[in-house]
């Protein structure tokens, strides 16, 4: 009997219902915090019982909204960047771009060597500056890629999100996760850093080897593609069907699309850009690819206002997923499963308490799926317990790290997961079925990667 589970947006739904029922079963409790280098910090030992505050059927109702609009700044993210996108498509320079790449890889052999290559770079970008919601961007681009080389929309998506997932949940000196951990855990900013690169080499490698395979199978057979019959219908829209030749034009809005996207990686890394900025640069790269490419301004907003519009759904998904860690948060039920969990891991012995952490960061992130924000929440806790069962503080923060970064590929509470789900027509039941057994490696992976530094050697 198969299981079939509803729409993305009713699954969430779903789950906003089931968080505010928890509010209502799950008693209420708080950490005191204090203020330190402008983060908010939990103070170890101050778990305290409140007044229980159940969510109530008009914040209920209203908790989507209030997402939506908490969400804002992402959002409006999205609708700038696929409008500059939709400008761009309109020049035809992407479409006539990949079919010449596709020309010059003509075979299986030489094409499969894309996928390693994009997915080292993204995974480079996610180890260093933490790449999320940027991923978004990239979609747009490697799903036209995947589709002209005779790949489907799991490529299309695996190669930018699971990249950057494996190289930001193995990351070595992303500021966001390691960074704020560290500084918490007062260890020496960016310690440790040698093992964290193994870590990394081997999670993005297992990435690589995965799709390499997959793409294998997808050559010997596309229709084993859990997504065969959606991606027929709708890969047209991300692929021009017109046979335009490239010419001079394409090239110049190419480049200027290069151009920006490294000089978003300049501006993420050396002037703190964060999403605003960002917008404004596609936007910026719009116009120039409708000069370059003589695209009158009518016909340039109605490209960008159809970019724009493909891109709706995503943003009530990202809306309804803030919603629901409004609720829980709202009925001061995070700290309470936060004490619960961490005590768990206390009386065992190290090797296993480590698993536990781990396991309690993994299960945290499904209500708090941002990386800065769950070290602030879990590290002024979890740097204190290793100290007690005998684990290094750098150990701990490894187990954070692993917990957010995997999962983070996976829980439907995350913004940037549905989105890119919601993106490429893939259906949640449907990711799962095609990445269980990735993740299943990626976990066995995190659990064997703990050993050696709590049981092997100092760290």
Same mark, same amino acid.
């Given at each position: 009997?198969?299981?079939?589970?509803?729409?993305?947006?009713?699954? /969430?739904?779903?789950? /906003?219902?089931?968080?505010?029922?928890?509010?209502?079963?799950?008693?209420? #409790?708080?950490?005191?915090?204090?203020?330190?280098?402008?983060?908010?910090?939990?103070?170890?030992?101050?778990?305290?019982?409140?007044?229980?505050?159940?969510?109530?059927?008009?914040?209920? %109702?209203?908790?989507? %909204?209030?997402?939506?609009?908490?969400?804002?700044?992402?959002?409006?993210?999205?609708?700038?960047?696929?409008?500059?996108?939709?400008?761009?498509?309109?020049?035809?320079?992407?479409?006539?771009?990949?079919?010449?790449?596709?020309?010059?890889?003509? +075979?299986?052999?030489?094409?499969?060597?894309?996928?390693?290559?994009?997915?080292?770079?993204?995974?480079?970008?996610?180890?260093?500056?933490?790449?999320?919601?940027?991923?978004?961007?990239?979609?747009?681009?490697?799903?036209?890629?995947?589709?002209?080389?005779?790949? !489907?929309?799991?490529?299309?998506?695996?190669?930018?999100?699971?990249?950057?997932?494996?190289?930001?949940? #193995?990351?070595?000196?992303?500021?966001?996760?390691?960074?704020?951990?560290?500084?918490? =855990?007062?260890?020496?900013?960016?310690?440790?850093?040698?093992?964290?690169?193994?870590?990394?080499?081997?999670?993005?490698? &297992?990435?690589?080897?995965? /799709?390499?395979?997959?793409?294998?199978?997808?050559?010997?057979?596309?229709?084993?593609?859990?997504?065969?019959? *959606? !991606?027929?219908?709708?890969?047209?829209?991300?692929?021009?069907? !017109?046979?335009? *030749?490239?010419?001079?034009?394409?090239?110049? &809005?190419?480049?200027?699309?290069?151009?920006?996207?490294?000089?978003? @990686?300049?501006?993420?890394?050396?002037?703190?850009?964060?999403?605003?900025?960002?917008?404004?640069?596609?936007?910026?790269?719009?116009? %120039?690819?409708?000069?370059?490419?003589?695209?009158?301004?009518?016909?340039?907003?109605?490209?960008?206002?159809?970019?724009?519009?493909?891109? @709706?759904?995503?943003?009530?998904?990202?809306?309804? =997923?803030?919603?629901?860690?409004?609720?829980?948060?709202?009925?001061?039920?995070?700290?309470?499963? /936060?004490?619960?969990?961490?005590?768990?891991?206390?009386?065992?012995?190290?090797?296993?308490?480590?698993?536990?952490?781990?396991?309690?960061?993994?299960?945290?992130?499904?209500?708090?799926?941002?990386?800065?924000? $769950?070290?602030?929440?879990?590290?002024? @806790?979890?740097?204190?317990?290793? !100290?007690?069962?005998?684990?290094?503080?750098?150990? =701990?923060?490894?187990?954070?790290?692993?917990?957010?970064?995997?999962?983070?590929?996976?829980?439907?509470?995350?913004?940037?997961?549905?989105?890119?789900?919601?993106?490429?027509?893939?259906?949640?039941?449907?990711?799962? $079925?095609?990445?269980?057994?990735?993740?299943?490696?990626?976990?066995?992976?995190?659990?064997?990667?703990?050993?050696?530094? +709590?049981?092997?050697?100092?760290?």
């Amino acid at each position: 009997m198969k299981i079939k589970l509803p729409d993305t947006i009713v699954l /969430l739904l779903i789950i /906003l219902v089931f968080s505010c029922v928890l509010t209502w079963i799950v008693p209420s #409790g708080e950490f005191d915090r204090i203020e330190r280098d402008g983060r908010e910090l939990v103070v170890s030992g101050s778990y305290h019982v409140v007044s229980p505050n159940p969510v109530g059927f008009f914040q209920l %109702i209203m908790a989507p %909204i209030r997402g939506f609009s908490g969400s804002a700044e992402i959002i409006a993210f999205i609708f700038f960047v696929a409008g500059a996108f939709g400008i761009i498509n309109r020049s035809g320079a992407i479409s006539a771009g990949l079919r010449r790449l596709v020309d010059g890889y003509n +075979t299986n052999r030489k094409k499969r060597w894309i996928i390693p290559v994009l997915t080292l770079f993204f995974s480079m970008a996610g180890a260093t500056f933490g790449m999320s919601e940027e991923v978004l961007v990239f979609i747009l681009l490697t799903l036209p890629l995947s589709f002209s080389l005779g790949y !489907d929309s799991f490529m299309g998506v695996a190669i930018p999100f699971l990249g950057a997932g494996a190289g930001f949940a #193995g990351a070595f000196i992303n500021p966001f996760t390691v960074g704020i951990a560290q500084g918490i =855990a007062e260890l020496a900013p960016f310690s440790g850093w040698e093992y964290r690169v193994i870590v990394w080499f081997i999670f993005t490698s &297992v990435t690589i080897a995965f /799709l390499m395979r997959y793409a294998a199978r997808l050559e010997k057979d596309p229709k084993i593609s859990l997504n065969y019959q *959606e !991606d027929q219908k709708s890969k047209h829209r991300h692929i021009e069907t !017109d046979q335009e *030749e490239f010419n001079g034009a394409h090239r110049w &809005v190419l480049i200027t699309l290069a151009l920006g996207l490294a000089f978003l @990686i300049v501006g993420v890394n050396r002037w703190d850009w964060y999403i605003t900025e960002i917008s404004a640069l596609f936007l910026v790269m719009g116009m %120039i690819s409708a000069l370059i490419a003589r695209v009158d301004m009518q016909e340039a907003i109605d490209a960008f206002m159809a970019g724009a519009a493909e891109m @709706i759904k995503v943003c009530f998904v990202i809306g309804i =997923a803030r919603g629901i860690i409004i609720v829980a948060s709202e009925g001061t039920i995070i700290d309470t499963m /936060l004490y619960y969990t961490s005590t768990a891991v206390e009386g065992y012995p190290n090797t296993l308490s480590i698993q536990l952490m781990f396991y309690v960061q993994t299960f945290l992130n499904f209500f708090l799926p941002s990386g800065s924000g $769950q070290a602030a929440l879990t590290m002024p @806790i979890m740097a204190p317990l290793s !100290d007690i069962i005998g684990v290094s503080r750098q150990t =701990a923060v490894l187990a954070f790290q692993l917990g957010d970064g995997l999962s983070n590929m996976v829980i439907p509470t995350s913004g940037v997961t549905m989105g890119v789900l919601t993106l490429s027509n893939i259906s949640y039941k449907k990711w799962l $079925q095609w990445i269980w057994p990735l993740m299943l490696i990626y976990f066995v992976l995190a659990m064997i990667l703990l050993i050696p530094p +709590t049981l092997v050697f100092n760290w």
